[in-house]
C-alpha cells in the first residue's frame, strides 16, 4: 500500500500528497478549460481547498483514493491521482494554467502507471477521456495505454451534460512496452485504421549518402 508521504518522481516532474503549499498555485490555475473538464462549476477557494486536501489524506490512508501534486521547475503545475479498485487503478491527470504542453502529464501519467504495477500490485490501469480532449488522448496515448472502445453515457450520467460518452484507454501489466516494436504496433493498432498504407522515400545527397531519421516517438532509425 502506498504510504501517506510517499513521493515519485522521473526527475522532471516530483509527484508528492497534497500539501497546503499547493493550494494558493491550484487556486491560481484553475482556469476555464480546467473547470470544464473536471465538470467543476464553480472555482475552488483557499478554505475549501483545505478541507479537500484533508479528505484526500484520509482517502490515501484508506487506501481507496491516492492524490498527488505535480511538482515542476519549483511549483505546483497540475495534479494526478490513481483509484484502485480490485485489481484496475483508475487513472487521470489535470494541470493549471500556464503549465500545459510541456509534457509535465505524460511524464506523470507514466510514473503513476508503473508505481501502480510495481507498488500496487494492479494488473490494469485504465483512462476514461472525454473524446472532445485532444491533448488527453495525446498524453493517453503516449503514456502507452491502448484505445479500447467509447463508454456510451445517458443524459444526466456525465459530469458535462454535453459528453458524447468517454474513450476508454488501459494498459495491462501483461502489454510489452512501447519501446519494444511489439508493444508500439500494438498502440498503433488500437487507435489507427487496421488497413493502413505507409509511403518511405530513399534521399541521397550529392555524395551518395542516404538520409536516415532518428525518431522521436520509439527508439529506430528508418527512412522518411
Not at 506523470?108 to 485504465?126: M, S, Y
Request: glycine share 8%; aromatic share 8%; proline share 6%.
Amino acid at each position: 500500500m502506498t504510504s501517506v508521504d510517499e513521493t515519485l518522481t522521473d526527475g522532471v516532474v516530483s509527484l508528492a500528497p497534497y500539501a497546503e503549499s499547493d493550494i494558493e498555485p491550484h487556486v491560481a490555475g484553475e482556469d476555464d478549460e480546467l473547470m470544464y473538464w473536471q465538470g467543476q462549476p464553480y472555482p475552488s477557494d483557499a478554505e475549501g481547498m483545505v478541507e479537500v486536501i484533508e479528505r484526500w489524506r484520509r482517502e490515501r490512508e484508506a487506501g481507496t483514493r491516492l492524490v498527488w501534486a505535480i511538482h515542476a521547475e519549483d511549483t505546483t503545475v497540475g495534479g494526478a491521482e490513481l483509484q484502485p479498485k480490485g485489481e484496475t487503478a483508475m487513472l487521470s491527470w489535470w494541470l493549471y494554467a500556464g503549465h500545459r504542453g510541456r509534457g509535465y502529464a505524460t511524464r506523470t501519467a507514466r510514473l503513476l502507471t508503473e508505481h501502480a504495477f510495481r507498488d500496487l500490485g494492479v494488473r490494469r490501469v485504465e483512462a476514461q477521456v472525454d473524446p472532445r480532449n485532444v491533448a488527453s488522448i495525446r498524453v493517453a496515448t503516449r503514456t502507452g495505454l491502448r484505445k479500447e472502445g467509447l463508454r456510451r453515457l445517458e443524459p444526466g450520467m456525465a459530469e458535462r451534460p454535453d459528453a458524447p460518452g468517454m474513450v476508454i484507454y488501459a494498459r495491462l501489466v501483461s502489454d510489452p512496452p512501447t519501446s519494444e516494436p511489439e508493444g508500439f504496433r500494438a498502440l498503433l493498432n488500437s487507435f489507427l485504421p487496421r488497413k493502413r498504407a505507409i509511403s518511405q522515400l530513399l534521399v541521397r545527397d550529392h555524395a551518395g549518402r542516404v538520409l536516415i531519421c532518428h525518431l522521436t516517438y520509439k527508439r529506430d532509425w528508418d527512412l522518411p
